[in-house]
């Protein structure tokens, strides 16, 4: 305690290799804060692998004799934001300029290394909320269990229709009365059943922001509920868009999908980042989120 702290944190890494630890770093961290010629690996393991740049990765590749790479290719590529592309205008989506990149887990997959399909889901507990995803992306090779039906709150799939949207597609790019509804069903949530977590999920960057303004208005109307809503625990509550959900999963989701009729009742196609490369990836994201129950 009476050491200098410049002396102290230049111990650190002969104290963390006299360990020999299991340890959770990222790789930039690694780069940053472990030496080099001092610390090395007797195994590297890479979860997420699919949102790894391999220039993020080799650094910690170099350190170690055996590497294991854990992802999945349907899950979103890594991405660099604010990066300029030549002739792409991402309308809609709130995040103009953003390419996705090849990852170390496709690298790895390239280049020939020895891979193993995991094949049982474990987290959906209704089988309805796996089979799209099942059949559309992994070729019904998923394993999945028979759900009992015996649970008295809801379940599955739900489709909330609302008539009376409209995506202001000129203006704010938002479809203001979903992102009303949304807020009051998790209103309805919290009076109903506060014990299960709750996510949501908008399909677009300014759609999360006008479910976050609603929530935030009954929020105000109601102290129990902001209390709620900003209790901590292993499954927070949260308002995110399609980008920043991965890895996430709650026992309710909800999802906004924002795009539909203009106020002339006209309807295009295009969905924003859905439309471009690596949306099938963002939304087989999004819909496998939920371990009970779905609101769209």
């Known amino acids: 305690r009476h050491k200098p ?3 102290l944190f230049a111990e650190i890494p002969a104290f963390v290799q006299a360990l020999k630890p299991c340890f959770l770093m990222s790789p930039i961290s690694v780069a940053s804060y472990l030496v080099p010629d001092r610390m090395r690996f007797d195994v590297l393991l890479f979860d997420e692998a699919s949102q790894i740049m391999p220039e993020d990765a080799i650094g910690s590749i170099l350190r170690t004799p055996q590497v294991i790479v854990v992802g999945d290719t349907k899950q979103l590529p890594p991405t660099r934001f604010f990066a300029t592309l030549e002739g792409d205008d991402w309308e809609d989506d709130g995040l103009q300029g ?73 203006g704010s790019r938002t479809n203001r009365r979903e992102a009303q509804r949304v807020a009051e069903l998790v209103h309805q949530h919290y009076e ?88 099938p990836r963002r939304l087989n994201v999004a819909v496998t989120r939920a371990k009970e129950h779905v609101k769209l």
């Open 98 to 170: 953003e390419a996705p990149l090849d990852s170390i887990m496709e690298e790895a997959l390239a280049a020939g290394l020895r891979s193993k399909d995991l094949l049982w889901h474990y987290r959906s507990r209704d089988e309805s909320l796996i089979a799209f995803s099942n059949r559309e992306f992994y070729n019904n090779r998923l394993i999945t269990f028979p759900s009992a039906g015996t649970q008295s709150r809801p379940m599955g799939l739900e489709f909330v229709y609302l008539p009376d949207g409209v995506y202001d597609r000129g």
């Open 192 to 279: 109903e059943t506060p014990e299960r977590s709750l996510g949501i999920v908008a399909f677009s960057l300014p759609q999360a922001d006008a479910i976050d303004a609603a929530v935030e208005m009954l929020r105000q109307k109601d102290p129990g509920f902001d209390e709620w809503c900003n209790s901590e625990g292993p499954e927070p509550f949260f308002v995110k868009n399609l980008e920043n959900v991965q890895g996430d999963e709650r026992d309710v989701m909800f999802f906004s999908v924002g795009y539909g009729p203009d106020e002339r009742g006209q309807i295009t196609m295009n969905f924003g980042p859905l439309n471009q490369e690596g949306g």
């Open 5 to 7: 702290l410049r002396q």
